[in-house]
């Protein structure tokens, strides 16, 4: 069995030769999201309608971030 240059067995290696530039910009983006959430540690006072509560801003950075992730996912139509 010969393989053709650049071929590779490893799976792991073949998934990511088939992401797209597109896949590639959206993982940067969730990584840096990730990074931000992270490096926000002190608390914040939130007040939403009848709500009012102290939380980390992780936290409330990661429902916003998991909140727009829901809402763009569902917003668009299946072609």
């Known amino acids: 069995m010969s393989e053709t240059p650049g071929s590779t067995k490893n799976p792991v290696l073949q998934f990511f030769a088939r992401l797209s530039a ?12 990730v990074i931000f959430i ?6 914040v006072r939130i007040e939403f309608l009848f709500l009012d509560l102290n939380a980390p ?7 916003v971030l998991l909140i727009g992730w829901v809402v763009g996912r ?3 139509r299946k072609r």
């Open 74 to 76: 569902f917003s668009f």
């Open 38 to 43: 992270l490096q926000n540690r002190q608390r």
């Open 22 to 33: 597109k896949n590639w910009i959206a993982i940067l983006g969730a990584a840096l999201a």
């Open 57 to 63: 801003l992780r936290i409330s950075l990661g429902a």
